[in-house]
Protein backbone atom coordinates (compact mmCIF):
# COMPACT_ATOMS: atom_id res chain seq x y z
CA UNK A 1 0.00 0.00 0.00
CA UNK A 2 1.79 3.52 -1.40
CA UNK A 3 -0.46 5.72 1.10
CA UNK A 4 -2.67 5.15 4.16
CA UNK A 5 -3.41 7.28 6.72
CA UNK A 6 -3.50 4.53 8.83
CA UNK A 7 -0.46 4.20 11.75
CA UNK A 8 -0.90 1.06 14.10
CA UNK A 9 0.18 1.33 17.36
CA UNK A 10 2.56 -1.64 18.46
CA UNK A 11 1.48 -1.51 22.26
CA UNK A 12 3.04 -4.84 22.92
CA UNK A 13 5.69 -6.15 26.13
CA UNK A 14 7.79 -8.20 23.99
CA UNK A 15 9.51 -7.87 20.26
CA UNK A 16 7.81 -11.46 19.30
CA UNK A 17 4.41 -10.22 19.67
CA UNK A 18 4.80 -7.27 18.17
CA UNK A 19 6.92 -9.08 15.28
CA UNK A 20 3.65 -11.72 14.61
CA UNK A 21 1.20 -8.69 14.46
CA UNK A 22 3.28 -7.58 11.96
CA UNK A 23 3.38 -10.33 10.46
CA UNK A 24 -0.26 -10.68 9.89
CA UNK A 25 -0.63 -7.21 8.57
CA UNK A 26 1.65 -7.76 5.85
CA UNK A 27 1.74 -5.47 3.33
CA UNK A 28 -2.11 -4.27 4.85
CA UNK A 29 -0.24 -1.69 7.09
CA UNK A 30 3.42 0.25 6.39
CA UNK A 31 3.45 2.37 9.28
CA UNK A 32 3.73 1.39 12.86
CA UNK A 33 4.09 3.14 16.39
CA UNK A 34 6.90 2.20 18.72
CA UNK A 35 5.80 3.36 22.05
CA UNK A 36 7.61 3.91 25.47
CA UNK A 37 6.60 0.22 26.36
CA UNK A 38 7.82 -1.61 23.25
CA UNK A 39 11.03 0.85 23.77
CA UNK A 40 11.75 0.34 27.09
CA UNK A 41 11.68 -3.80 26.09
CA UNK A 42 13.68 -4.12 22.82
CA UNK A 43 15.25 -0.72 22.45
CA UNK A 44 16.08 0.94 19.07
CA UNK A 45 16.83 -3.07 17.80
CA UNK A 46 12.74 -3.00 16.95
CA UNK A 47 13.17 0.32 14.97
CA UNK A 48 15.61 -0.88 13.15
CA UNK A 49 13.77 -4.51 12.09
CA UNK A 50 10.86 -2.81 10.86
CA UNK A 51 12.97 -0.09 8.52
CA UNK A 52 14.92 -3.22 7.19
CA UNK A 53 11.56 -4.44 6.01
CA UNK A 54 10.59 -1.44 4.32
CA UNK A 55 7.96 0.06 6.85
CA UNK A 56 7.33 3.51 8.21
CA UNK A 57 8.00 4.06 11.94
CA UNK A 58 6.57 6.82 14.51
CA UNK A 59 8.37 6.69 17.40
CA UNK A 60 6.43 7.69 19.87
CA UNK A 61 9.03 8.70 23.20
CA UNK A 62 7.68 12.48 24.25
CA UNK A 63 10.97 13.81 24.85
CA UNK A 64 11.28 16.06 27.55
CA UNK A 65 14.66 17.11 28.94
CA UNK A 66 17.37 19.74 28.90
CA UNK A 67 18.32 20.98 25.20
CA UNK A 68 21.49 19.55 25.25
CA UNK A 69 19.98 16.18 25.84
CA UNK A 70 16.99 16.66 23.49
CA UNK A 71 19.57 17.23 21.01
CA UNK A 72 21.97 14.62 21.52
CA UNK A 73 18.70 12.03 21.70
CA UNK A 74 17.05 13.29 18.46
CA UNK A 75 20.42 13.52 16.29
CA UNK A 76 20.68 9.40 17.39
CA UNK A 77 17.00 9.01 16.43
CA UNK A 78 17.19 10.43 12.89
CA UNK A 79 20.51 8.59 12.37
CA UNK A 80 18.52 5.34 13.21
CA UNK A 81 15.82 6.34 10.48
CA UNK A 82 12.82 6.53 12.14
CA UNK A 83 10.43 8.94 9.74
CA UNK A 84 8.03 10.58 13.18
CA UNK A 85 8.97 11.36 16.11
CA UNK A 86 6.95 13.31 19.01
CA UNK A 87 8.66 15.64 21.84
CA UNK A 88 6.30 17.89 24.26
CA UNK A 89 5.59 21.34 22.57
CA UNK A 90 7.69 23.68 24.74
CA UNK A 91 10.09 26.18 23.16
CA UNK A 92 13.18 24.87 24.46
CA UNK A 93 13.04 21.16 23.76
CA UNK A 94 11.35 22.13 20.38
CA UNK A 95 14.59 24.58 19.39
CA UNK A 96 16.63 21.68 20.68
CA UNK A 97 15.03 18.94 18.88
CA UNK A 98 14.71 20.89 15.50
CA UNK A 99 18.85 21.64 15.79
CA UNK A 100 19.22 17.17 16.38
CA UNK A 101 17.61 16.70 13.71
CA UNK A 102 19.69 18.78 11.48
CA UNK A 103 18.82 17.91 7.81
CA UNK A 104 17.59 14.44 8.02
CA UNK A 105 14.26 13.46 7.16
CA UNK A 106 12.86 12.93 10.94
CA UNK A 107 9.41 14.67 11.39
CA UNK A 108 8.89 16.32 14.31
CA UNK A 109 5.77 16.06 16.37
CA UNK A 110 4.67 18.17 19.04
CA UNK A 111 2.67 16.96 21.92
CA UNK A 112 0.61 19.85 23.30
CA UNK A 113 -0.96 19.23 26.52
CA UNK A 114 -1.34 15.37 27.32
CA UNK A 115 -5.16 13.99 27.00
CA UNK A 116 -5.02 12.96 30.54
CA UNK A 117 -4.93 16.02 31.94
CA UNK A 118 -7.93 18.09 32.23
CA UNK A 119 -8.66 21.96 33.43
CA UNK A 120 -7.72 20.76 37.06
CA UNK A 121 -4.52 19.17 36.29
CA UNK A 122 -3.31 22.20 33.94
CA UNK A 123 -4.04 25.03 36.72
CA UNK A 124 -2.49 22.76 39.54
CA UNK A 125 0.94 22.91 37.07
CA UNK A 126 -0.07 26.90 37.73
CA UNK A 127 -1.13 27.69 33.87
CA UNK A 128 -4.35 30.15 34.22
CA UNK A 129 -5.34 29.72 30.56
CA UNK A 130 -7.29 26.73 30.92
CA UNK A 131 -6.68 23.92 28.13
CA UNK A 132 -8.03 24.52 24.54
CA UNK A 133 -6.09 27.96 25.11
CA UNK A 134 -2.84 26.36 26.15
CA UNK A 135 -2.82 23.94 23.34
CA UNK A 136 -3.40 26.71 20.50
CA UNK A 137 -0.46 28.73 22.15
CA UNK A 138 1.79 25.46 22.07
CA UNK A 139 0.45 24.37 18.92
CA UNK A 140 1.64 28.67 17.33
CA UNK A 141 4.87 27.75 19.41
CA UNK A 142 5.40 24.49 17.37
CA UNK A 143 5.12 26.00 14.39
CA UNK A 144 7.37 29.22 14.89
CA UNK A 145 10.10 26.63 16.16
CA UNK A 146 9.88 25.23 12.88
CA UNK A 147 8.28 21.53 14.14
CA UNK A 148 6.47 19.14 11.14
CA UNK A 149 3.53 18.57 13.18
CA UNK A 150 1.34 18.42 15.69
CA UNK A 151 -0.54 14.89 18.24
CA UNK A 152 -3.61 16.32 18.57
CA UNK A 153 -7.42 14.27 19.10
CA UNK A 154 -9.34 14.28 16.02
CA UNK A 155 -12.34 16.12 18.05
CA UNK A 156 -9.67 19.18 18.31
CA UNK A 157 -8.04 18.92 14.50
CA UNK A 158 -9.76 20.82 12.81
CA UNK A 159 -8.94 23.62 15.53
CA UNK A 160 -5.09 23.10 15.19
CA UNK A 161 -5.45 22.92 11.41
CA UNK A 162 -6.58 26.37 11.07
CA UNK A 163 -3.38 27.90 13.31
CA UNK A 164 -0.91 25.53 11.62
CA UNK A 165 -2.17 26.11 8.09
CA UNK A 166 -2.05 22.87 5.16
CA UNK A 167 1.42 22.28 5.33
CA UNK A 168 1.34 20.44 8.97
CA UNK A 169 1.25 16.57 9.59
CA UNK A 170 -1.65 15.74 11.93
CA UNK A 171 -1.69 12.73 13.36
CA UNK A 172 -4.78 11.64 15.98
CA UNK A 173 -5.13 8.89 18.07
CA UNK A 174 -8.24 7.89 20.25
CA UNK A 175 -10.11 6.81 16.51
CA UNK A 176 -12.35 4.00 16.58
CA UNK A 177 -14.72 2.48 14.13
CA UNK A 178 -18.34 3.44 14.74
CA UNK A 179 -19.26 0.27 16.96
CA UNK A 180 -15.94 -0.55 18.14
CA UNK A 181 -15.40 -1.04 21.51
CA UNK A 182 -13.87 2.48 22.89
CA UNK A 183 -11.89 0.57 25.89
CA UNK A 184 -10.13 3.96 28.03
CA UNK A 185 -10.51 6.79 25.52
CA UNK A 186 -13.82 9.07 25.92
CA UNK A 187 -12.97 11.34 23.38
CA UNK A 188 -12.81 9.44 20.54
CA UNK A 189 -13.73 10.01 16.69
CA UNK A 190 -14.26 7.60 13.61
CA UNK A 191 -11.66 7.39 11.14
CA UNK A 192 -14.16 8.90 8.44
CA UNK A 193 -14.44 12.72 11.01
CA UNK A 194 -10.55 12.67 11.63
CA UNK A 195 -9.74 12.69 8.17
CA UNK A 196 -12.38 14.92 7.59
CA UNK A 197 -11.58 16.94 10.44
CA UNK A 198 -7.89 17.67 8.74
CA UNK A 199 -5.84 14.70 10.11
CA UNK A 200 -3.16 13.39 7.64
CA UNK A 201 -2.89 10.33 9.69
CA UNK A 202 -4.36 8.56 12.74
CA UNK A 203 -3.37 5.93 14.87
CA UNK A 204 -5.25 2.99 15.52
CA UNK A 205 -4.07 0.46 18.51
CA UNK A 206 -6.08 -2.00 20.25
CA UNK A 207 -8.83 -2.26 17.81
CA UNK A 208 -6.58 -3.86 15.05
CA UNK A 209 -4.05 -5.35 17.93
CA UNK A 210 -5.87 -6.72 19.80
CA UNK A 211 -8.80 -8.21 17.05
CA UNK A 212 -8.49 -11.94 16.28
CA UNK A 213 -8.41 -11.18 13.18
CA UNK A 214 -6.39 -8.15 13.19
CA UNK A 215 -5.87 -7.71 9.27
CA UNK A 216 -9.56 -8.15 8.30
CA UNK A 217 -10.16 -5.08 11.11
CA UNK A 218 -7.47 -3.39 9.33
CA UNK A 219 -9.17 -3.90 5.71
CA UNK A 220 -12.82 -3.25 7.41
CA UNK A 221 -11.00 0.47 8.51
CA UNK A 222 -9.83 1.04 5.12
CA UNK A 223 -13.03 0.63 3.16
CA UNK A 224 -14.65 3.24 5.87
CA UNK A 225 -11.96 5.93 4.78
CA UNK A 226 -12.25 4.92 0.76
O1 LIG B 1 -5.51 1.21 21.55
P1 LIG B 1 -5.75 2.64 21.15
O2 LIG B 1 -6.26 2.79 19.71
O3 LIG B 1 -6.58 3.39 22.13
O4 LIG B 1 -4.26 3.22 21.16
C1 LIG B 1 -3.97 4.43 20.72
C2 LIG B 1 -2.50 4.73 20.84
O5 LIG B 1 -2.36 6.16 20.84
C3 LIG B 1 -1.82 4.26 22.11
O6 LIG B 1 -0.47 3.93 21.79
C4 LIG B 1 -1.87 5.45 23.04
O7 LIG B 1 -0.76 5.53 23.89
C5 LIG B 1 -1.82 6.62 22.06
N1 LIG B 1 -2.54 7.82 22.53
C6 LIG B 1 -3.87 7.84 22.80
N2 LIG B 1 -4.52 8.97 23.20
C7 LIG B 1 -3.86 10.09 23.33
C8 LIG B 1 -2.50 10.12 23.07
C9 LIG B 1 -1.86 8.97 22.67
O8 LIG B 1 -4.53 6.84 22.69
N3 LIG B 1 -4.53 11.14 23.66
Known sequence: MTHSPIIVALDFETAEEARSLVRALGVTAGFYKVGLELYAATGMDFVHELKQQGHRVFLDLKLYDIGETVRRAVAQIARAGADFLTIHAMRPIMAAAVEGKGDSDLK??????????????????????????????????????????????????????????????????????????????????????AIKNGANYFVIGRQVTRSAEPRDELLKILSEIA
Do not use: W
Request: aromatic share 2%.
Open 108 to 193: LLGVTVLTSFDEQDVRAMGYALGVSKLVELRVRHAMEKGLDGIVCSALEAARVRKITGPEAILVTPGVRSTGANAGDQKRIATPAQ
